[in-house]
């Protein structure tokens, strides 16, 4: 059988459910040789995933996730949010280090202001609430506040959650900071890692848009786009590879598994069929500076 990975995972160190640990657990018992950690503006679970990945003997890829700024389509505005996943960091200080911090504090801000308006618009919401959800208070996310919007019977399911409270144009709606992917290649590069662009359909462009905005995100120094995501059909996962190889890209993938915030998604196999070989981590680690 051919060894996979799995680089697209999170913990309750941002907005997943289960511990890193458990994260690692997963991917060895799913038969993963490797896995990242890809949290989001943070790298606190590194630590505690590596150590587990030692003992179940498989490798850990020290990785986050950071939201951007969208590419914008020829002629018009700035299209969604990008996400860009960050692999290989190095080191406990620098500039990817300090813009983490910055952006983490911007999240708590986030937070508690969305909570703030959910109340004003009569939901007994509670930050304890959902902090109890998150387990502690630096891991808080949507998720965590959509679960309590079920919990309190303000929405059917986490889905309803977020479509009624909390996605632009909706009450509970917060806009965050955002990077320019540019920004993020560089910092990515300068504490000896990689990034490579998420789910690249989130993006919401047409298909000759997109290859222009994958042409741009090469020559701003990215290393590869996710093109095998969990969610994605065969025929979009293939049309997204020959995308990643057309522009010189690492065509890389991932499950996006967030626990039970994702019943649908499990580390390693996404729904069933994810299946990314395992030479991609190679040739994404081959793109590591000097």
């Known amino acids: 059988m051919r060894a996979v990975i799995d680089l697209h995972t999170h ?6 459910s289960e511990p890193p640990a458990a994260v690692v657990e997963r991917a060895a018992a799913a038969g993963c040789r490797a896995v990242a950690l890809t949290d ?23 990785g986050c996730e950071l939201s951007c700024l969208g590419p914008a389509p020829a002629g018009g505005a700035a299209a969604g949010g990008a996400h860009v ?44 609430a959902v902090v109890a959800r ?32 909390l996605v632009p144009g909706r009450p509970g709606y917060v806009p965050k900071a955002r990077l320019r992917p540019a920004d ?14 998420a789910h690249p359909l ?3 462009l047409a298909p000759a848009e997109l290859d222009r905005a994958v042409a741009e995100l090469a020559a701003a120094g990215f290393a590869g786009i996710e093109a095998v995501y969990a969610r994605y059909r065969p025929d979009q996962r293939r049309q997204l590879e020959r995308l990643a190889r057309r522009h010189g ?21 996404g729904t069933g069929d994810l299946d990314v070989p395992d ?6 680690a081959a793109r590591r500076p000097g």
Not at 11 to 16: I, L, N, V
Not at 92 to 118: F, K, Q, S
Not at 249 to 269: E, I, K, N, Y
């Open 279 to 284: 030479d991609r981590l190679d040739e994404l």
């Open 249 to 269: 890209l690492v065509p890389t993938g991932g499950s996006d598994a967030h626990g039970a915030f994702t019943p649908d998604l499990a580390v390693g196999v």
């Open 202 to 204: 989130s993006l919401g």
């Open 11 to 16: 913990s309750r160190e941002s907005d997943g």
């Open 134 to 165: 998150a387990g502690s208070a630096e891991g808080v996310g949507r998720p965590h506040v959509a679960a309590v919007l079920v919990e309190l019977g303000a929405a059917h399911d986490a889905q309803d959650a977020f479509d009624r409270w």
């Open 40 to 62: 989001h503006d943070t790298m606190a679970g590194v630590p505690e995933a590596a150590a587990t990945a030692r003992s179940a003997g498989i490798e850990l890829v020290s």
């Open 85 to 128: 996943l960050v692999y290989f960091a190095e080191g406990a200080d620098g500039p990817l280090h300090d813009e983490l911090v910055r952006l983490r504090g911007d999240r708590a801000r986030r937070n508690r202001a969305m909570i703030e308006r959910l109340q004003a618009a009569g939901l007994p919401v509670t930050w304890d």
């Open 184 to 197: 993020v290649a560089g910092l990515a590069l300068a504490a000896g890692g990689v990034a490579v662009l």
